[in-house]
Nanobody, 124 residues
């Protein structure tokens, strides 16, 4: 079955960096849409960055453009989110998600497979 396991969260300082990893199994990564989502305190879950399963294009939410970089290693079944220039507003639980039907990153409700999440806290 599809499994997604996030790691790499923790405490980061404003202006600092963190790298999240998502170990995937149970499906062929290159054939699926894969994405990073986050849910801050009292906020709705939102798409941060996603890779289309159809054409491999990468989407970034406006607030993370130029700061976050998403990548995947199909051979290792791994997905990464490099987060630079961290801001306190990046504080959230970050989730890795996958779906075969290639939903848009902005519509988290259409994604079917989710990891349990990893906490990222940005604070001095």
């Amino acid at each position: 079955q599809v499994q997604l396991v996030e790691s790499g969260g923790g405490l980061g300082k404003p202006g600092g960096s963190l790298r999240l990893s998502c170990a995937t199994s149970g499906f062929i990564l290159e054939n699926y849409a894969i994405g990073w989502f986050r849910q801050g305190p009292g906020k709705e879950r939102e798409g941060v960055s996603c890779i289309s399963g159809a054409d491999g294009k990468i989407y970034y939410e406006n607030s993370v453009k130029g700061r976050f970089t998403m990548s995947r290693d199909n051979a290792k079944n791994m997905v990464y989110l490099q987060m630079n220039s961290l801001k306190p507003e990046d504080t959230a639980v970050y989730y890795c998600a996958a779906d075969f039907l290639d939903p848009h990153c902005s519509d988290y409700k259409k994604w079917n497979y989710w990891g349990k999440g990893t906490q990222v806290t940005v604070s001095s």
